[in-house]
């Protein structure tokens, strides 16, 4: 049996007894968060843990300390509209000569520091963005094309960003979890709880009440993780222990913790209003699979060779991977190169998070979950209905990118580099068939009343939304050029 702070994929060996025993499998452990760890300023800032979830061990620094003060002010007067209404540096185009005449090349070899370390990567990966985008975001503005960014990133940014990186053992470029959303909150009340009136954002790029809807509504809905890391570690630990009411248990509760997240997730069309998002959407853009660097960027003082980085997208969050390696989904994606931008997709993310997703994965497939759950009509029906909710979160992302995205610009590809149109149902897809496949396995004489409801209503779902996802992406590829380059 494996604890909650001692998980890891690697197997040791397996023994099973007689055929009518589940293997015994014996791993490391993988460390969740602990006080220990908490208390160690050392300690990476983002470490799984069944307190905190996928969110930082505590509160991300909002303010750099003033031996970084150009930097911080730079930051500060940098967005679109400033706090008091006025136009900040972006607006007229003059970040790039702010950052040539007042930013000096800090020396970050001393800081140790994590916290600090993480507050500086989200806060070089944010100038970078700016700096290498704005000439993009001008043009866009006034002639709705993106042209081409800047292709050398000054050493000011470059050095201490690729230095930064290497640190907390991430990419020198902007990241949804260490950059963008979930190291970009701060509370208003340091003591309250992690709900959407209580934060606001430490960065941004156009100041806006949409941008601070669109970020600040992701961190809201990774604040459930926490019960998300406790049920599915509980999941596997029923799988091994060969415990079916525990099993049942941990599985209902996933369930509800993932529909919190979906009620959440809702949120976003009141806090983010959909015409405003193409306002700031320019700057979260990366420099892979991008027309606007066709040879990538040359990091001054780093590499004379350009380097190509995927931008900032809630595609690289954890809520759905983990679902996704917990139910093995994952092994069941079509092979394509869709499915592949998928997997690099999941590089783009704190290292303690691959590592738990990986174990997750590697887990549930040594303890074969989808097979035990099966094996049970009525833990087959709830099994069946997490995958709905997985359903349910691709779905909702698939319609923010119609009604976001697709209804007010023609540029092809997403800002992770992804084809617009095609990418997101390969995934939605996927799960629709997974859904047809285990329902036809689910002998309905033996189900309780609520699940056999339960089970219809998510068998019919599922085959109509897969007839309609079928047409409108036929429909929406003659619309959009170059669905099939990743």
Known sequence: MFSLRNLKPTTLFRYAPC???????????????????????????????????????????AELPNEFSKLES???????????????????????DAVRDELPLYNVDHIQDQRL??????????????????????????????????KVLPKEIAV?????????????????????????????????????????????FAGSESEKGFVLNHVTMVSHTPYLVRYAVGALEAVEKNDRAMFDQQMAGLNETYESINKEMEMMWTRSLP?????????????????????????????????????ESGANDSIVPLGDNLLQITEL??????????????????????????????????LDLRKFALEDPNSAALYLSNVDQIRAFRHRHWNFTKEYIIKHTEHPV????????????????????VLNEVSSQISRDKLSEGNLIRVEE?????????????????????????????
């Open 19 to 61: 055929k009518n025993v589940r293997p015994i499998i014996y791993t490391r452990g993988f460390s969740l968060l602990t006080d220990k760890q908490n208390n160690d300023d050392t300690s990476q800032m983002f470490l799984v843990g069944k307190n905190n979830g996928f969110l930082p061990r505590s509160d991300p620094l």
């Open 74 to 96: 730079l930051l500060r007067r940098m967005p679109l509209q400033l706090p008091d209404g006025s136009p900040g540096l972006l607006a007229s185009g003059q970040f790039g």
């Open 117 to 150: 370390l993480s507050a500086l990567f989200r806060d070089y990966t944010f100038a970078a963005s700016a700096y290498l985008l704005e000439p993009c975001d001008i043009l866009y503005r006034s002639r709705s094309d993106y042209g081409l960014g800047r």
């Open 160 to 204: 201490p960003l690729f230095k930064v990186a290497e640190k907390i053992k991430s990419k020198p470029f902007m990241e949804y979890a260490l950059s963008y959303a979930l190291y970009n909150y701060k509370k208003l009340d340091p003591k309250g709880d992690l709900t959407y009136d209580n934060l606001a954002l430490i960065r941004t």
């Open 275 to 311: 015409e405003d998002y193409i306002k700031f959407r320019t700057f979260i853009m990366g420099t892979k699979n991008q027309p606007m660097f066709p040879d990538g960027v040359i990091y001054e003082g780093i590499s004379d060779k350009p380097i190509s980085h995927r931008g």
């Open 333 to 366: 994606m079509p092979e394509n190169p869709l499915t592949a931008v998928l997997r690099d997709f999941r590089s783009y993310r704190p290292t303690n998070h691959r590592e738990f997703l990986e174990y997750v994965q590697v887990r549930a497939k040594e």
């Open 414 to 433: 997403a800002t992770g580099g992804s084809p617009i149109v095609t990418w997101l149902p390969n995934q939605l897809g996927a799960v629709l068939t």
């Open 458 to 486: 998510i068998t019919k779902r599922a085959d109509a939304q897969k007839r309609f996802l079928n047409r409108e992406v036929e429909k929406l590829r003659q619309m959009f050029k170059d669905q099939d380059r990743t």
